[in-house]
């Protein structure tokens, strides 16, 4: 359910807004932004309000926010790209903010962008030149984004990706990411052009990478998992993935099948492994050997 919007302030520092946002939905967006709209289409968006702050002598401050359907969807797109420094509006110390480990933060600022999540409001402000006064009212516009809103806890299919597999195998979190498009997930990695998990609106993802702790960052493995609405949309996706992916490894899966299935494989970039149960199929790529990728589908 969409939250109450925030209110921006008619002035802030040396910039004034218009009274009115101009709103972009899905019918428009690609007239607002061109090619980037299907980024926001692969969540579950809802609307855009966008409002240009223009002061006297100053360049205009850009103000654009995300209205998604879910929180989960809001937090997908910060979580597309975690560059920036982690910045405190004030949500921590909200009473009903959720815990946070020393990661994840819910606002990001660097050279005159704030990007941050708020509920169910992703939004990003842009000071098209940054001086102390315009970063200092996009920091304002930011701490009023988030007044008075919900603080929701990051999305529980991040719950499942652990900090680290045997042996020695650790979680980058600046690499992690939420989605639910084929098309996003070929921009953080790339499968290939058809969508062969059959992912829609209806799923939910995420990947990251791995790194070898003692390997300085040289050596990585993928990791993806994908949930579905029903075991059979979960099925489904994996007899696709195989005829499209794994063409020379086809697989027999039972019908009405629930039961658990692990499968490996060599392929070009090195092992592929993947792990099949309930709704959800989890698959690790670019393992550098058959014992790796063993141990590490095995821990999932």
């Known amino acids: 359910m969409l939250k109450s919007k925030p209110t921006l302030p008619k002035i802030v520092g040396l910039w004034t807004r218009p009274d009115s946002p101009q709103f972009v939905n899905a019918k428009n967006i690609f007239d607002y932004m ?33 209205f998604m359907k879910t929180s989960d969807d809001a937090f997908g797109l910060l979580s597309l790209d975690w560059g920036g420094k982690a910045t405190d509006l004030g949500q921590s110390l909200q009473a009903n903010a959720a815990p946070e480990n020393s990661f994840w933060p819910r606002a990001l600022y ?4 704030l990007r941050l999540w708020s509920d169910t409001i992703y939004a990003r402000i842009m000071a ?6 315009s970063k200092e009212a996009v920091l304002a516009l930011g701490r009023s984004i988030v007044k008075d809103r919900g603080n929701p806890p990051r999305p529980d299919l991040l719950k499942n990706l652990p900090d680290s597999f045997r042996p020695d195998w650790m979680l980058r979190k600046d690499r992690t990411s939420y989605f639910r ?47 579905y609405p029903s075991h059979m949309r979960a099925r489904r996706a994996l007899a696709h993935f195989h005829r499209t ?10 019908s009405g099948s629930s039961g658990e ?19 959800t199929l989890a698959f690790i790529f ?15």
């Open 34 to 66: 061109d090619g980037a709209g299907e980024l926001y289409l692969g969540y579950c968006f809802d609307h855009l309000e966008s409002y240009r702050y223009e002061a006297r002598n100053q360049d205009s401050i850009l103000v654009e926010l995300y």
């Open 128 to 133: 098209f030149q940054e001086t102390p006064e």
């Open 261 to 279: 299935m692990v499968n490996v494989f060599p392929i070009e970039d090195g092992w592929l492994g993947y792990k099949f149960k309930d709704n």
């Open 110 to 113: 660097g050279e005159g962008l």
């Open 245 to 254: 992916y794994l063409p020379e490894h086809p697989i027999s899966l039972q």
């Open 181 to 227: 498009s084929h098309l996003v997930l070929n921009s953080l990695y790339y499968l290939g052009q058809e969508n062969m998990l059959d992912l829609d609106l209806t799923s939910e993802a995420v990947t990251s990478s791995y790194e070898r702790k003692d390997s300085e960052g040289q050596k990585r493995i993928q990791f993806l998992l994908v949930k």
């Open 286 to 300: 670019e393992c550098p050997d058959q014992e790796t990728v063993k141990t590490i589908i095995n821990q999932i």
